[in-house]
C-alpha cells in the first residue's frame, strides 16, 4: 500500500509569492489534514479536510488556505508569503470510519521563504 | 481544551541505556493516546497506540501503557540503541467541538550516543 504523497519536497519562494503544496492520500483514506512544523516548533494545526469539505482551521490567517479534490488528494495555498512561513509542512490522511484518527503522515514539503 | 505536556528535550542517552520520555495530557472524555517518532528529514510515523485505560502499546522494544488515573502515557524502551536518535510525539485523540480532533505535544529529541 503507498503511503502518504507529498509534493514537492522542497520549495523556495520570496516574500509575497504564493506558494502551492500538494498531498495525495492513502487509497481508501478521505480525511486530510495540514500542519505546519516550524524549526524548534511542535505540529500546529492547519487545516483538515474530510470529503472534499474543510471540516476545521486551526489558528492561522486566511492566507493559509487549501482545497479537497473528488479523489481526495489536497492542495495547502498559502499566499502573501511572509518570512515566518518558512517551515516543514505535513500533511496527514485517516481512513474513512476510522473512529480513533489515526493519522498517517506524508515526508512534508520543506517551504523556504527568502 | 486538550493539551499535551510532554518533558523537554533534547535528552541524550549511551547506547543500552533505559529511556523513558514522559507525557501527562488534559482532555474530556476517553482520548485514544499515540506516540509518533520523526527520523531527521522525515515525516512522522506511528510507533503505539492505546485506545483505552490500562492498555499497553508496544512496537520495535518501545512500550507505553494508557494510565487514566494519572493521565499520562509514558513512552519507554529498555535498550536504546544509535538508531531511536528521533524526535518523539505524545498526541491525544479525542472528540472536541463535534469533531474528532488530534492534540500534539511538543516533542522530545532523543539523542543515543554510542
Known amino acids: 500500500e503507498a503511503g502518504v504523497t507529498q509534493s514537492p519536497t522542497h520549495l523556495i519562494k520570496t516574500r509575497g509569492q504564493q506558494a502551492t503544496l500538494r498531498c495525495s492520500p492513502i487509497s481508501g483514506h478521505t480525511s486530510v489534514y495540514w500542519y505546519q512544523q516550524a524549526l524548534g516548533l511542535g505540529l500546529q494545526f492547519l487545516l483538515w479536510y474530510d470529503e472534499g469539505e474543510e471540516r476545521n482551521r486551526g489558528n492561522f490567517p486566511p492566507r493559509f488556505s487549501g482545497r479537497q479534490f473528488p479523489n481526495y488528494s489536497s492542495e495547502l495555498n498559502v499566499n502573501a508569503l511572509e518570512l515566518e512561513d518558512s517551515a516543514l509542512y505535513l500533511c496527514?490522511?485517516?481512513?474513512?470510519?476510522?473512529?480513533?484518527?489515526?493519522?498517517?503522515f506524508g515526508p512534508g514539503t520543506r517551504l523556504t521563504v527568502l | 481544551g486538550d493539551s499535551v505536556t510532554q518533558m523537554e528535550g533534547p535528552v541524550t542517552l549511551s547506547e543500552e541505556a533505559f529511556l523513558t520520555i514522559n507525557c501527562t495530557y488534559t482532555?474530556?472524555?476517553?482520548?485514544?493516546l499515540f506516540w509518533y517518532v520523526q527520523y531527521p528529514g522525515e515525516g512522522l510515523q506511528l510507533l503505539l497506540k492505546a485506545t483505552k485505560a490500562d492498555d499497553k502499546g508496544s512496537n520495535k522494544g518501545f512500550e507505553a501503557t494508557y494510565r487514566k488515573e494519572t493521565t499520562s502515557f509514558h513512552l519507554e524502551k529498555g535498550s536504546v540503541q544509535v538508531s531511536d536518535s528521533a524526535v518523539y510525539f505524545c498526541a491525544l485523540s479525542a472528540y472536541s467541538g463535534g469533531y474528532q480532533k488530534v492534540t500534539f505535544g511538543t516533542g522530545t529529541k532523543l539523542q543515543v550516543i554510542p
Open positions: 482532555a474530556t472524555g476517553y482520548p485514544s
Open positions: 496527514a490522511s485517516r481512513r474513512a470510519g476510522d473512529s480513533y484518527n489515526e493519522q498517517f
